[in-house]
Protein backbone atom coordinates (compact mmCIF):
# COMPACT_ATOMS: atom_id res chain seq x y z
CA UNK A 1 0.00 0.00 0.00
CA UNK A 2 1.05 3.88 -1.07
CA UNK A 3 -0.78 6.40 0.53
CA UNK A 4 -0.17 10.24 0.06
CA UNK A 5 -1.91 11.21 3.32
CA UNK A 6 -1.12 15.07 2.58
CA UNK A 7 1.65 17.20 0.29
CA UNK A 8 4.30 16.40 3.37
CA UNK A 9 3.36 13.16 4.63
CA UNK A 10 3.67 9.23 2.56
CA UNK A 11 2.93 6.41 3.89
CA UNK A 12 4.20 2.77 2.77
CA UNK A 13 3.26 -0.74 3.94
CA UNK A 14 4.45 -4.07 2.51
CA UNK A 15 3.43 -7.39 3.44
CA UNK A 16 4.82 -11.11 1.87
CA UNK A 17 4.93 -14.63 2.97
CA UNK A 18 7.13 -16.98 1.45
CA UNK A 19 6.58 -21.20 1.77
CA UNK A 20 9.23 -23.39 -0.02
CA UNK A 21 9.02 -27.15 0.53
CA UNK A 22 11.34 -29.43 -1.75
CA UNK A 23 13.07 -32.86 -1.39
CA UNK A 24 16.27 -33.69 -1.48
CA UNK A 25 18.23 -37.11 -2.78
CA UNK A 26 22.37 -37.87 -2.46
CA UNK A 27 23.19 -39.83 -5.20
CA UNK A 28 27.30 -41.09 -4.86
CA UNK A 29 28.72 -42.60 -8.00
CA UNK A 30 31.26 -45.54 -7.70
CA UNK A 31 34.06 -44.72 -10.42
CA UNK A 32 36.14 -47.47 -11.36
CA UNK A 33 40.16 -46.12 -10.65
CA UNK A 34 41.64 -45.98 -14.44
CA UNK A 35 38.78 -45.76 -16.55
CA UNK A 36 36.59 -43.21 -14.82
CA UNK A 37 33.18 -45.89 -15.66
CA UNK A 38 30.83 -45.58 -13.03
CA UNK A 39 30.39 -48.90 -11.63
CA UNK A 40 27.49 -48.72 -9.00
CA UNK A 41 25.52 -45.87 -7.44
CA UNK A 42 24.89 -45.24 -3.60
CA UNK A 43 21.63 -43.62 -2.84
CA UNK A 44 21.51 -41.81 0.55
CA UNK A 45 18.99 -38.93 1.79
CA UNK A 46 16.18 -40.20 -0.56
CA UNK A 47 13.04 -38.29 -0.76
CA UNK A 48 14.35 -35.73 2.11
CA UNK A 49 12.39 -33.14 3.48
CA UNK A 50 13.68 -29.20 3.55
CA UNK A 51 12.29 -26.22 3.27
CA UNK A 52 11.08 -23.01 5.06
CA UNK A 53 8.54 -20.23 5.61
CA UNK A 54 9.12 -17.13 6.15
CA UNK A 55 6.47 -13.98 6.07
CA UNK A 56 6.42 -9.95 7.11
CA UNK A 57 5.65 -7.04 6.95
CA UNK A 58 7.39 -3.85 6.96
CA UNK A 59 5.57 -0.25 7.46
CA UNK A 60 7.17 3.16 6.41
CA UNK A 61 6.27 6.82 7.11
CA UNK A 62 8.47 9.34 4.90
CA UNK A 63 7.41 13.41 6.41
CA UNK A 64 9.08 16.10 3.88
CA UNK A 65 7.83 19.43 5.82
CA UNK A 66 9.61 21.53 4.15
CA UNK A 67 13.34 23.18 5.57
CA UNK A 68 16.52 21.81 5.89
CA UNK A 69 15.25 18.19 6.46
CA UNK A 70 12.87 15.08 5.75
CA UNK A 71 12.66 12.01 7.66
CA UNK A 72 12.02 8.12 7.77
CA UNK A 73 10.73 6.79 10.39
CA UNK A 74 9.35 3.03 10.36
CA UNK A 75 8.76 -0.74 11.75
CA UNK A 76 9.75 -4.38 10.29
CA UNK A 77 8.46 -7.46 11.33
CA UNK A 78 9.57 -11.11 10.48
CA UNK A 79 8.82 -14.00 10.91
CA UNK A 80 10.65 -17.30 9.95
CA UNK A 81 10.65 -20.80 10.59
CA UNK A 82 12.29 -24.05 8.92
CA UNK A 83 13.56 -27.37 8.95
CA UNK A 84 15.99 -29.50 7.10
CA UNK A 85 15.94 -33.43 7.38
CA UNK A 86 19.11 -33.78 5.80
CA UNK A 87 21.65 -31.66 7.59
CA UNK A 88 19.12 -32.40 11.16
CA UNK A 89 17.97 -29.15 11.90
CA UNK A 90 14.83 -29.79 13.56
CA UNK A 91 12.33 -27.09 13.35
CA UNK A 92 13.30 -23.19 14.47
CA UNK A 93 11.53 -20.58 14.42
CA UNK A 94 12.82 -16.30 14.99
CA UNK A 95 11.03 -13.51 15.19
CA UNK A 96 12.60 -10.15 14.60
CA UNK A 97 11.45 -6.84 15.50
CA UNK A 98 13.17 -4.08 14.50
CA UNK A 99 12.68 -0.07 14.41
CA UNK A 100 14.16 2.30 12.48
CA UNK A 101 14.91 6.16 11.13
CA UNK A 102 16.79 8.25 9.27
CA UNK A 103 17.22 12.21 9.08
CA UNK A 104 17.93 13.64 5.79
CA UNK A 105 19.09 17.08 4.41
CA UNK A 106 17.86 18.91 1.36
CA UNK A 107 18.55 21.42 -0.61
CA UNK A 108 16.99 23.94 1.04
CA UNK A 109 20.46 23.46 3.71
CA UNK A 110 23.02 22.53 0.55
CA UNK A 111 22.70 23.53 -2.16
CA UNK A 112 25.54 21.39 -3.70
CA UNK A 113 25.41 18.62 -1.18
CA UNK A 114 23.17 15.77 0.66
CA UNK A 115 23.74 14.37 3.90
CA UNK A 116 21.85 10.67 6.03
CA UNK A 117 22.15 9.85 9.53
CA UNK A 118 19.94 6.27 10.39
CA UNK A 119 19.78 4.11 12.79
CA UNK A 120 18.03 1.14 13.10
CA UNK A 121 17.17 -1.70 16.27
CA UNK A 122 16.23 -5.31 16.31
CA UNK A 123 15.42 -7.69 18.61
CA UNK A 124 15.17 -10.97 18.04
CA UNK A 125 15.55 -14.49 19.92
CA UNK A 126 18.35 -14.34 21.64
CA UNK A 127 19.91 -11.43 19.61
CA UNK A 128 19.65 -7.58 20.46
CA UNK A 129 21.62 -5.29 18.25
CA UNK A 130 21.34 -1.61 17.12
CA UNK A 131 23.68 -0.42 14.27
CA UNK A 132 24.09 3.60 12.48
CA UNK A 133 24.69 4.96 9.08
CA UNK A 134 25.92 8.76 8.41
CA UNK A 135 26.68 8.95 4.63
CA UNK A 136 27.23 12.38 2.63
CA UNK A 137 28.12 13.32 -1.00
CA UNK A 138 28.97 16.76 -1.82
CA UNK A 139 29.51 17.98 -5.77
CA UNK A 140 32.49 20.53 -6.70
CA UNK A 141 31.52 21.10 -9.91
CA UNK A 142 28.96 19.61 -12.28
CA UNK A 143 31.57 17.46 -13.07
CA UNK A 144 33.45 16.54 -10.06
CA UNK A 145 32.25 14.93 -6.37
CA UNK A 146 32.92 13.58 -3.78
CA UNK A 147 31.46 10.98 -0.79
CA UNK A 148 31.65 9.15 2.12
CA UNK A 149 30.21 7.07 4.47
CA UNK A 150 30.33 5.31 8.21
CA UNK A 151 28.58 2.74 9.94
CA UNK A 152 28.28 -0.08 11.66
CA UNK A 153 26.44 -3.79 10.68
CA UNK A 154 25.60 -7.37 11.63
CA UNK A 155 25.47 -10.57 10.22
CA UNK A 156 23.25 -13.07 11.97
CA UNK A 157 24.84 -16.90 11.90
CA UNK A 158 22.64 -19.28 9.01
CA UNK A 159 20.35 -22.02 10.82
CA UNK A 160 23.35 -24.30 9.17
CA UNK A 161 25.81 -22.95 11.01
CA UNK A 162 23.82 -22.85 14.27
CA UNK A 163 22.29 -26.38 14.22
CA UNK A 164 23.82 -28.57 11.17
CA UNK A 165 24.75 -32.03 12.07
CA UNK A 166 25.87 -33.62 9.43
CA UNK A 167 29.22 -36.40 8.46
CA UNK A 168 30.13 -34.92 5.28
CA UNK A 169 29.38 -31.10 6.46
CA UNK A 170 30.74 -28.79 9.05
CA UNK A 171 28.86 -29.24 12.49
CA UNK A 172 26.47 -26.22 13.63
CA UNK A 173 27.18 -24.31 16.71
CA UNK A 174 24.38 -23.28 18.77
CA UNK A 175 27.09 -21.19 20.71
CA UNK A 176 28.58 -18.60 18.15
CA UNK A 177 27.68 -15.08 18.10
CA UNK A 178 26.96 -12.66 15.34
CA UNK A 179 29.54 -11.19 13.14
CA UNK A 180 29.99 -7.37 13.75
CA UNK A 181 31.63 -5.00 11.53
CA UNK A 182 32.57 -0.84 11.33
CA UNK A 183 32.68 -0.02 7.38
CA UNK A 184 34.24 2.86 6.20
CA UNK A 185 34.23 4.42 2.56
CA UNK A 186 35.17 7.19 0.95
CA UNK A 187 35.10 8.23 -2.88
CA UNK A 188 35.72 10.74 -5.62
CA UNK A 189 34.39 10.64 -8.69
CA UNK A 190 33.07 12.68 -11.82
CA UNK A 191 30.78 12.38 -14.87
CA UNK A 192 31.31 14.35 -18.27
CA UNK A 193 30.10 14.35 -21.71
CA UNK A 194 32.01 14.39 -24.97
CA UNK A 195 29.85 12.92 -27.42
CA UNK A 196 29.70 9.47 -25.15
CA UNK A 197 28.87 10.13 -21.57
CA UNK A 198 31.77 9.37 -19.41
CA UNK A 199 31.25 8.68 -15.71
CA UNK A 200 34.49 7.25 -13.12
CA UNK A 201 34.83 6.75 -9.70
CA UNK A 202 37.71 6.31 -7.55
CA UNK A 203 36.59 4.24 -3.53
CA UNK A 204 38.89 3.44 -0.51
CA UNK A 205 37.29 1.43 1.70
CA UNK A 206 37.84 -0.57 5.10
CA UNK A 207 35.86 -3.05 7.52
CA UNK A 208 36.56 -4.25 10.62
CA UNK A 209 34.97 -7.31 11.85
CA UNK A 210 34.79 -8.94 15.20
CA UNK A 211 32.89 -12.66 15.61
CA UNK A 212 34.15 -13.40 12.66
CA UNK A 213 32.08 -16.98 11.80
CA UNK A 214 34.55 -19.66 10.00
CA UNK A 215 35.18 -23.59 10.77
CA UNK A 216 37.51 -25.12 12.39
CA UNK A 217 38.80 -28.38 13.06
CA UNK A 218 37.62 -29.88 15.99
CA UNK A 219 40.27 -29.95 18.57
CA UNK A 220 39.51 -31.14 22.60
CA UNK A 221 42.16 -29.14 23.90
CA UNK A 222 40.52 -25.52 22.92
CA UNK A 223 37.18 -25.71 24.72
CA UNK A 224 35.63 -23.47 21.54
CA UNK A 225 36.46 -26.84 19.60
CA UNK A 226 36.46 -29.63 21.60
CA UNK A 227 33.43 -31.30 19.48
CA UNK A 228 33.37 -34.29 22.01
CA UNK A 229 31.62 -32.17 25.07
CA UNK A 230 29.76 -30.00 22.42
CA UNK A 231 28.33 -32.75 20.99
CA UNK A 232 28.54 -35.78 23.58
CA UNK A 233 25.59 -37.63 21.84
CA UNK A 234 26.99 -37.48 18.09
CA UNK A 235 29.44 -40.26 16.96
CA UNK A 236 33.34 -39.36 16.87
CA UNK A 237 32.88 -39.87 12.17
CA UNK A 238 30.68 -36.88 12.45
CA UNK A 239 33.61 -34.56 13.57
CA UNK A 240 35.86 -35.44 10.87
CA UNK A 241 34.73 -31.47 8.73
CA UNK A 242 35.40 -29.41 11.99
CA UNK A 243 33.10 -26.84 13.57
CA UNK A 244 31.38 -23.83 13.38
CA UNK A 245 33.25 -20.75 16.02
CA UNK A 246 33.69 -17.11 16.18
CA UNK A 247 37.34 -16.11 15.32
CA UNK A 248 38.81 -14.23 18.58
CA UNK A 249 40.83 -11.70 16.79
CA UNK A 250 39.53 -8.68 15.24
CA UNK A 251 39.61 -8.97 11.35
CA UNK A 252 40.21 -5.83 8.71
CA UNK A 253 39.39 -5.62 5.31
CA UNK A 254 40.81 -2.89 3.17
CA UNK A 255 40.86 -2.77 -0.73
CA UNK A 256 40.86 0.25 -3.33
CA UNK A 257 39.13 0.59 -6.35
CA UNK A 258 38.72 2.43 -9.79
CA UNK A 259 35.79 2.03 -11.91
CA UNK A 260 34.40 4.06 -15.10
CA UNK A 261 31.35 3.95 -16.76
CA UNK A 262 30.80 4.84 -20.89
CA UNK A 263 27.32 5.62 -22.29
CA UNK A 264 27.03 5.54 -26.04
CA UNK A 265 23.73 7.32 -26.23
CA UNK A 266 22.24 4.76 -28.27
CA UNK A 267 21.57 1.51 -26.05
CA UNK A 268 25.13 0.38 -25.41
CA UNK A 269 27.43 0.77 -22.65
CA UNK A 270 30.39 0.34 -21.07
CA UNK A 271 31.54 -0.67 -18.05
CA UNK A 272 35.48 -1.13 -16.76
CA UNK A 273 36.47 -1.83 -13.18
CA UNK A 274 39.90 -2.87 -12.02
CA UNK A 275 40.62 -6.39 -12.13
CA UNK A 276 39.46 -8.45 -8.55
CA UNK A 277 40.10 -12.28 -8.05
CA UNK A 278 37.37 -14.03 -7.19
CA UNK A 279 36.06 -13.19 -3.86
CA UNK A 280 35.13 -16.34 -2.89
CA UNK A 281 38.42 -17.90 -3.65
CA UNK A 282 41.80 -18.83 -1.02
CA UNK A 283 43.77 -16.16 -2.42
CA UNK A 284 41.05 -13.54 -2.01
CA UNK A 285 40.64 -14.09 1.12
CA UNK A 286 44.32 -14.16 1.85
CA UNK A 287 45.06 -10.70 0.20
CA UNK A 288 42.19 -8.80 1.12
CA UNK A 289 41.17 -10.01 4.64
CA UNK A 290 43.27 -10.52 7.93
CA UNK A 291 43.83 -10.28 11.67
CA UNK A 292 43.59 -6.53 12.49
CA UNK A 293 47.30 -6.90 14.38
CA UNK A 294 48.62 -6.98 11.18
CA UNK A 295 47.22 -4.75 9.45
CA UNK A 296 50.34 -2.25 9.67
CA UNK A 297 52.24 -4.95 7.76
CA UNK A 298 49.73 -5.92 5.35
CA UNK A 299 49.70 -5.88 1.92
CA UNK A 300 47.03 -3.39 0.06
CA UNK A 301 46.55 -3.70 -3.61
CA UNK A 302 44.30 -1.52 -5.96
CA UNK A 303 42.63 -4.76 -6.83
CA UNK A 304 39.04 -4.17 -6.18
CA UNK A 305 36.69 -6.16 -4.03
CA UNK A 306 33.25 -5.13 -2.59
CA UNK A 307 33.27 -5.77 0.97
CA UNK A 308 30.20 -6.18 2.79
CA UNK A 309 26.64 -7.36 2.12
CA UNK A 310 26.71 -8.00 -1.25
CA UNK A 311 30.09 -10.74 -1.50
CA UNK A 312 30.60 -13.37 1.65
CA UNK A 313 34.51 -12.30 1.52
CA UNK A 314 34.69 -10.52 4.33
CA UNK A 315 32.55 -12.42 6.23
CA UNK A 316 33.54 -15.98 6.76
CA UNK A 317 33.70 -18.97 4.49
CA UNK A 318 32.26 -22.80 4.25
CA UNK A 319 33.30 -26.22 3.16
CA UNK A 320 30.08 -27.55 3.92
CA UNK A 321 26.54 -28.29 2.04
CA UNK A 322 25.40 -24.42 1.53
CA UNK A 323 21.33 -25.35 0.57
CA UNK A 324 19.99 -24.91 4.17
CA UNK A 325 16.71 -23.40 4.28
CA UNK A 326 18.24 -20.27 6.03
CA UNK A 327 20.31 -19.63 3.51
CA UNK A 328 17.08 -20.16 0.74
CA UNK A 329 14.98 -17.70 2.74
CA UNK A 330 16.78 -14.61 3.73
CA UNK A 331 15.96 -11.36 2.01
CA UNK A 332 17.74 -8.35 1.04
CA UNK A 333 16.36 -5.55 1.44
CA UNK A 334 14.68 -2.93 -1.39
CA UNK A 335 14.34 0.05 0.83
CA UNK A 336 16.67 2.84 0.88
CA UNK A 337 16.98 2.79 5.21
CA UNK A 338 15.68 -0.48 5.68
CA UNK A 339 17.84 -3.36 6.89
CA UNK A 340 17.41 -6.77 5.85
CA UNK A 341 16.64 -8.52 9.26
CA UNK A 342 19.40 -11.21 8.78
CA UNK A 343 22.07 -9.13 6.54
CA UNK A 344 21.77 -5.87 9.03
CA UNK A 345 24.21 -3.15 7.39
CA UNK A 346 21.97 -0.17 7.05
CA UNK A 347 22.25 1.51 3.46
CA UNK A 348 21.01 4.92 3.59
CA UNK A 349 20.66 6.60 0.24
CA UNK A 350 19.30 10.07 -0.82
CA UNK A 351 18.93 10.47 -4.56
CA UNK A 352 19.67 14.02 -5.73
CA UNK A 353 17.77 14.01 -8.95
Known amino acids: MDYQATDWAQFLVKGYWHDWDSTYTTVRNTVQPGT ?7 ISDLNTYWGFEDKGIN ?20 QYSGKDDVLLIAEQEEEVN ?15 GSFALGVRHNESSGSNKTVWNASGRYDFTSWLYAQANAGTSFLLPTAEQLYAIDPFSTLGNPNIEAEE ?22 TYFT ?59 NGFSAIAITPTPNPMSKAARSMFVFP ?39 RTATM ?18
Open 181 to 202: AENYNVGLGGEFGMGPAFAWQV
Open 336 to 353: SSQISPRTSSLTLIRSTS
Open 59 to 78: ALAKLTPGGPFEYVIGYDFQ
Open 98 to 112: AFFGQIRSTDDLIKN
Open 292 to 330: AATAKSAPLTRLSLECGARTPACSGSAKSKTRSPASAGS
Open 207 to 265: RDIDNRIQFADCDASVAATDCATLFPNLDPSYFNEGVYVNLPERWKCAASELSGTVDFN
Open 36 to 42: GAITGQT
